[in-house]
């Protein structure tokens, strides 16, 4: 039987792998592995099929296969010292996570400095949470509604976030009845390509013969003499030099798994849901690790470039954090698929060779500006012209991060709710909440120089969040006209 991943190579004669736009290295790739249901599709375009050619086109089928997925509350961020009581044990900690995760309590948001949450905020928050709860008890969801409520915040606790995310990224359907055909094919999907991708050629062949072993033992048994040789070809040797040596690719991917374990020992060091020594952090980067080895291994174009780890952390989080058992196990492989969906938004932003294009950073650099110029000339000018401090300087990294290196993380998951739920693209969005960062600092950025404006955008200041994404979605004009085509 023909390996798994031979089903994902890429042939594209035109150019040589590494210097091919993603968009035509992968226009031979299965397209909709994962099926976007038709809303979906405006937001996130047919492009999946670039990314990760891992998941087979299915047949519409119209067999009920219901599946109810709880709702309970989602762990809070854990912080170094957080009980004031100093650095807690691994037992403490992994104790707290499964009391959080097993709760259900709901946990309303504090107010800055304060402490306190108004009546009116609370009031206002259980309406958000029985409408979206409403939402997402109907058999067909509403994708329009289901947009317009996250785009105003998703509630803290109760696994909301992570479900409501995975429907905004069309990772689930809108149909109820299809979540649990549609969860268990895509986990087994992602199972079978980790086994046949991130073991090493020797394991994967004692694995993929052991089902023939018996057969040819019992041949071996039926005459007499010494058991068979078996040759090894040259692609199979270990020490072969070959392109099409599995063992030369395996150990091309060597060096990559250095840097992503370099990079996720530097992913929110404050936080120790990623962090320390702990079995479960540790688990944590394993998770992670897997996820961005296997996205390199599928996108050769691309491979894994440095600060996916950190688009990749508030999925896994989200996810993985999910109260309801079966989520949480499967945190990996749902993180996997859903972390390719985001990407296909953006990722032209990670091949250097497109870096010029129509498709590249630098063009979506050039939309900032006219944004900026469209909205407030002046600051525009003075930035640009007077101090010369042009996008490259500041918001290369975060329009490639999503802004996660900007906020803390809750205000990260904050943000990525409005993201998600903008009808015309996470990027579409980002642009704007870029030039609302802007806009808010507006005074003092009139008064400074080049040095200071570059320093107080490179560490950008505290804000309100929710005044930030209003700023953003009042701006002129219209950027739907951004998005990316079909």
């Known amino acids: 039987m023909e390996p798994l991943h031979k089903t994902y190579l890429l042939k594209s004669p035109e150019l040589p792998p590494l210097i091919q736009s993603p968009r035509v290295h992968y226009s031979t790739m299965l397209k909709d592995k994962l099926k976007l249901p038709d809303k979906a599709r405006r937001v996130f375009?047919?492009?999946?099929?670039?990314?990760?050619?891992?998941?087979?086109?299915?047949?519409?089928?119209?067999?009920?296969?219901?599946?109810?997925?709880?709702?309970g509350k989602e762990l809070e961020i854990l912080l170094p010292n957080a009980?004031?009581?100093?650095?807690?044990?691994?037992?403490?900690?992994?104790?707290?996570?499964e009391e959080q995760r097993l709760s259900g309590i709901r946990q309303r948001p504090e107010k800055e400095g304060?402490?306190?949450?108004?009546?009116?905020?609370?009031i206002a928050a259980d309406d958000k949470r029985s409408d979206l709860e409403y939402e997402l008890s109907q058999m067909?969801?509403?994708?329009?509604?289901?947009?317009?409520?996250?785009?105003?915040?998703?509630?803290?606790?109760?696994?909301?976030?992570?479900?409501?995310?995975?429907?905004?990224?069309?990772?689930?359907?809108?149909?109820?009845?299809?979540?649990?055909?549609?969860?268990?094919?895509n986990r087994q999907k992602y199972s079978k390509l980790k086994q046949e991708l991130l073991l090493s050629p020797s394991q994967f062949t004692r694995i993929k013969d052991e089902s023939l072993k018996s057969n040819e033992q019992s041949a071996d048994n039926d005459g007499d003499g010494l058991l068979r040789r078996h040759e090894i070809s040259q692609e199979d040797h270990p020490?072969?030099?070959?392109?099409?040596?599995?063992?030369?690719?395996?150990f091309e991917h060597t060096e990559i798994s250095e840097q992503i374990d370099r990079d996720l020992?530097?992913?929110?060091?404050?936080?120790?849901?990623?962090?320390?020594?702990?079995?479960?952090?540790r688990k944590t980067r394993e998770a992670m690790r897997n996820i961005?080895?296997?996205?390199?291994?599928?996108?050769?174009?691309?491979?894994?470039?440095?600060?996916?780890?950190?688009?990749?952390?508030?999925?896994?989080?989200?996810?993985?954090?999910?109260?309801?058992?079966?989520?949480?196990?499967?945190?990996e492989a749902d993180s996997f698929c859903c972390f390719v969906r985001l990407l296909s938004d953006s990722v032209d932003h990670f091949c250097q060779q497109l870096d010029n294009s129509a498709v590249g950073i630098l063009s979506t650099l050039s939309r900032l500006s006219e944004l900026l110029k469209a909205n407030n000339e002046e600051l525009w000018h003075h930035l640009e012209v007077t101090n010369k401090v042009k996008p490259q300087f500041y918001a290369f990294r975060?329009?490639?991060?999503?802004?996660?290196?900007?906020?803390?993380?809750?205000?990260?998951?904050?943000?990525?709710?409005?993201?998600?739920?903008n009808p015309f693209g996470v990027q579409d969005m980002l642009l704007r909440v870029c030039c609302a960062m802007l806009l808010c600092i507006r005074s003092r950025l009139l008064s400074g120089d080049f040095a200071a404006n570059l320093k107080l955008l490179q560490h950008y200041p505290e804000i309100n969040i929710e005044y930030l994404l209003q700023v953003a979605r009042d701006l002129s004009p219209d950027t739907s006209s951004y998005r990316l085509s079909l």
Request: no cysteine; proline share 4%.
């Open 45 to 71: 375009p047919d492009r999946l099929g670039s990314l990760v050619s891992g998941f087979n086109d299915k047949e519409e089928e119209n067999e009920d296969s219901a599946s109810e997925t709880e709702v």
């Open 83 to 97: 009980s004031g009581s100093g650095e807690a044990s691994e037992d403490d900690y992994v104790e707290k996570i």
């Open 114 to 122: 304060t402490g306190l949450v108004s009546v009116k905020e609370v």
């Open 140 to 185: 067909e969801i509403n994708l329009e509604k289901l947009q317009r409520i996250a785009d105003t915040g998703l509630p803290e606790g109760g696994g909301l976030r992570a479900t409501v995310w995975k429907l905004l990224l069309g990772y689930l359907p809108p149909s109820r009845d299809l979540w649990e055909k549609e969860l268990s094919e």
């Open 239 to 250: 020490l072969s030099l070959g392109k099409a040596s599995v063992w030369n690719q395996y």
């Open 265 to 281: 020992q530097r992913t929110h060091p404050d936080m120790k849901f990623f962090s320390g020594e702990t079995s479960f952090s």
């Open 292 to 331: 961005l080895l296997l996205f390199s291994k599928l996108n050769p174009a691309i491979r894994y470039v440095q600060g996916m780890n950190e688009v990749l952390a508030p999925l896994y989080y989200v996810f993985s954090t999910d109260p309801d058992e079966q989520n949480a196990v499967n945190a």
């Open 398 to 421: 975060w329009i490639t991060l999503l802004l996660t290196q900007e906020f803390n993380f809750q205000s990260i998951l904050r943000i990525w709710d409005s993201f998600l739920s």
